[in-house]
């Protein structure tokens, strides 16, 4: 059963290169992959558990490849870079398969995203970036533990419109925590309907306005590239961390609200990661990662 | 160590807020340092301020400065300023063999304009001249790329360091995660400026080293602004719209503990100034040279003469004040940049008033002091 569980959250490789290429595979420790179908059998015969699959197939939504884009041509209503990040959209469509085909550099990030979100990925990286997909599967086998539910200020009405989507968007990006909801639910501090929103920064500005900084679950300080998604069961909490951009970001400030003790602080690349300046401070549990790369994840507890 | 927030900044900022009937954001300090009582800023000469003129310190064509000249400048001021006949008992006023002190560069403006290289080595001279050791000296700024240029390690004693917050820019661990000031001024994510750690966990003295500078966003920038923007994380916020927050975010800043404590000698740099389009210094049209060194403890009245200096210069070439408040001088773009009758921001020279009412330092010239003294 644990297998099955773990099968369902660590994205799988998809891999549309021809069996010459096992040896590389197999050093890097992948031994289940998607293939196209005509490539299924001789993948079998090489040993690999390989199942038949098609990108483009309509049950496999397509996932954005996650980055740090610049565009000097689009107006914003802020200089934070732009993120191309697909949390949101995990939340609107939960439960759907999502493939992404990720440029070089990506592969590890989206695997991660992914995972962090608890959705069933189908990664299609750039062959260069085999290996840092494989070590970051490997690494999120070894953090592997039972989801949580998500942990969120504001509970989103989503009608599916696009004005709603960029709502979401910008809610997931500026790390105020939602979940889509059928109808305003109490159990969140803040339920908004972004029904034909004109301007979507504003509403989400005012999102945040309404909840708060100080009812935030998550604040994240010394970087404007990185997201972070809390699960939670009222008793334990596990933060994701996402860095959207290729570069290592240092010193990265996280408050958590309430009273947590930090019981592990896992980043990948990092063979021992330890959380620098913890402090509980006005309300919120306060640390520092001292250095990251594309995720680490936190794991905290009452 | 236990920490907890001084809202007594608030209400200060509160006076001051009355005092100028504008709408401040709200600002949240964090820091458990205390305040040196008489140490730092205004600090023991309050309103008072030493004027040195060294018309022969730099050759204008050439931009060489005279080491020599400027060392007598130097040791000019700093009797000006404490009335000692020795120089070196004047900096003994100030530094001892057991402190750590770091020099306040300013390279934002680098290679243009920036902190003396001359002069950073004549303070370093004199800090070592009262028995402070070469591995206790360094000198700071927030990006490695501005400091790059300047090369300061080449005149500095052997086993004094240069430190930079930002070896890349955006990275976050050289600054105090226990000491910031937390404001949102128009919806950013990240709402904090931290201090930097030299500040707080090296530094037991600080000396500023500003220059003669106009600024786009502040009006001008000298004591104030470089202590503080340059002390600080994330401030580049504060001027990101035409409507800027520098007008309270500066003097916020430089009032916090133990910044504030530790800043105990301001010299402001006017071998070289720019009086637009400043803090850089792209073009060289709008450089000139004032040859002239402010010496002081309070940075509010050295910073009330810069107001002086700068905006004289601006006269003098039939460019509009920094006290100029007309959106139609205000175009946000290029043009800034080669025209000084064009402004990217509503000016705020006003925030060295206000830091004035934060208990900064003497900001009316009938409370202002100065000594002068020619080389």
């Known amino acids: ?302 | 160590m236990d920490r907890r927030s001084f809202l007594g900044m608030a209400a200060a900022a509160r006076s001051a807020l009355a005092a100028t009937g504008d709408n401040l954001p709200k600002y949240r300090v964090v820091t458990s340092y205390k305040p040196v009582p008489g140490q730092g800023m205004p600090g023991p000469y309050r309103g008072q301020v030493a004027s040195v003129m060294a018309p022969r310190v730099i050759e204008e064509a050439s931009e060489k400065v005279d080491a020599a000249v400027l060392r007598e400048a130097v040791a000019r001021g700093m009797c000006a300023l404490t009335g000692d006949r020795d120089p070196r008992d004047s900096w003994a006023r100030f530094f001892s063999a057991t402190d750590v002190v770091g020099i306040k560069v300013n390279a934002s403006g680098a290679p243009g304009i920036c902190s003396t290289r001359e002069l950073v080595a004549e303070v370093a001279r004199n800090l070592g001249a009262v028995g402070v050791r070469p591995e206790n000296i360094f000198c700071f700024e927030r990006f490695r790329n501005q400091l790059d240029t300047v090369r300061y390690e080449e005149v500095l004693p052997k086993g004094a360091t240069v430190e930079a917050a930002e070896d890349d820019r955006g990275r976050n661990d050289r600054y105090d995660p226990d000491v910031f000031v937390e404001v949102d001024f128009f919806g950013e994510d990240d709402t904090r400026s931290n201090m930097q750690r030299v500040v707080t966990r090296r530094a037991t003295k600080i000396v500023n080293l500003p220059n003669m500078k106009d600024h786009g966003a502040s009006g001008v920038t000298g004591c104030l602004k470089n202590i503080a923007y340059g002390g600080f994380s994330n401030v580049a916020r504060s001027h990101s719209g035409v409507k800027t927050n520098t007008y309270s975010f500066i003097g916020t800043l430089a009032a916090v503990e133990p910044l504030r404590s530790r800043t105990v000698l301001g010299i402001m740099d006017g071998i070289r100034g720019v009086w637009h389009a400043g803090p850089f210094s792209l073009s060289r049209k709008f450089r000139f040279y004032p040859k002239q060194l402010l010496f002081g403890t309070d940075p509010v009245a050295m910073d009330r003469l810069l107001l002086d200096i700068i905006d004289g210069k601006r006269k003098a070439e039939n460019a509009m004040s920094v006290w100029n408040r007309n959106m139609a001088n205000i175009k946000p773009g290029k043009g800034y940049d080669d025209n000084p009758n064009i402004d990217r921001f509503i000016r705020e020279p006003g925030h060295i008033e206000f830091a004035a009412h934060l208990g900064l330092g003497e900001y009316e010239l009938s409370r202002i002091r100065e000594q002068k003294a020619d080389v």
């Open chain 1, 1 to 302: 059963m644990k297998f099955l569980l773990l099968a369902a959250l660590v994205p799988g490789l998809y891999w549309d290169q021809g069996t010459d290429t096992a040896a590389e595979l197999k050093r890097s420790g992948i031994t289940r992959l998607y293939v196209p179908a005509a490539n299924a059998a001789a993948w079998r015969s090489a040993g690999f558990e390989a199942v038949p699959f098609t990108p483009g197939a309509p049950r496999c939504e397509a996932a954005e490849a996650p980055r740090v884009e610049l565009r000097m041509d689009v107006a914003s209503a802020t200089n934070a870079p732009w993120i191309d990040a697909n949390g949101w959209r995990f939340e609107r469509k939960a439960g759907d398969k999502w493939c992404y085909r990720t440029p070089a550099g990506a592969a590890a990030l989206a695997a991660a995203e992914a995972y962090a979100y608890g959705v069933d990925g189908v990664i299609q990286p750039a062959p260069t970036d085999l290996g840092d997909f494989a070590r970051m599967v490997a690494f999120l086998r070894r953090i592997d533990r039972p989801p949580m539910e998500a942990m969120a200020n504001i509970g989103v009405v989503d009608d599916g419109s696009d004005s709603s989507g960029e709502v979401l968007n910008l809610l997931a990006r500026r790390n105020l925590l939602f979940r889509v909801v059928r109808s305003p639910d109490p159990k969140y501090e803040v339920n908004v309907e972004p029904r034909e929103v004109e301007d979507p920064h504003e509403f989400a500005a005012e999102v945040r306005r309404k909840l708060g900084d100080e009812r935030r679950w998550v604040r994240l300080y010394g970087s404007q590239v990185v997201i972070a998604r809390l699960t939670g069961d009222g008793r334990r909490a596990r933060l994701h961390v996402l860095n959207y951009s290729h570069r290592q970001v240092l010193g990265l400030r996280v408050r958590v609200r309430g009273s947590w003790r930090l019981a592990a602080l896992e980043v990948f690349g990092k063979e021992k990661a330890a959380a620098a300046d913890v402090v509980e401070r006005d309300g919120g549990t306060e640390f520092t990662v001292a250095e990251m790369g594309p995720y680490a994840v936190a794991d905290l507890e009452r």
